[in-house]
């Protein structure tokens, strides 16, 4: 059974930063996509970044400049160095893996890891 485990939430200062880490265990392949999402009450989850197996990033234009997405050395992990953070980057992050095979892709959740900004 494929399970995605979040680490690395917390409470930080505005301007401060932060780096979560998500591992995925049960999987026999590589996920082709991994990224990180984030949700607020009330609000649909939103795209944070992504990034592919052979190394493309995309990331929300709310935080180009400031977080960092990496994939580890290890099969099938993902990093988010997030620095200079806002309040409003405050939320519940979600891990995210894609598998794709020939008759199509599947989606794997973590269960989430808060980040709260606040002075």
């Known amino acids: 059974q494929v399970q995605l485990v979040e680490s690395g939430g917390g409470l930080v200062q505005p301007g401060g930063s932060l780096s979560l880490s998500c591992v995925v265990s049960g999987a026999a392949i590589s996920a082709d996509v991994m990224g990180w999402y984030r949700q607020v009450p009330g609000k649909q989850r939103e795209l944070v970044a992504v990034?592919?197996?052979?190394?493309?990033?995309t990331y929300a234009d709310s935080v180009k400049g400031r977080f960092t997405i990496s994939r580890g050395s290890a099969k099938n992990t993902v990093y988010l160095q997030m620095n200079t953070l806002k309040a409003e980057d405050t939320a519940v992050f979600y891990c995210?893996?894609?598998?794709?095979?020939?008759?199509?892709?599947?989606?794997?959740w973590g269960q989430g890891t808060q980040v709260t900004v606040s002075s």
């Open positions: 995210n893996a894609e598998f794709s095979t020939r008759i199509g892709s599947t989606y794997y």
């Open positions: 990034i592919t197996s052979a190394g493309d990033t």
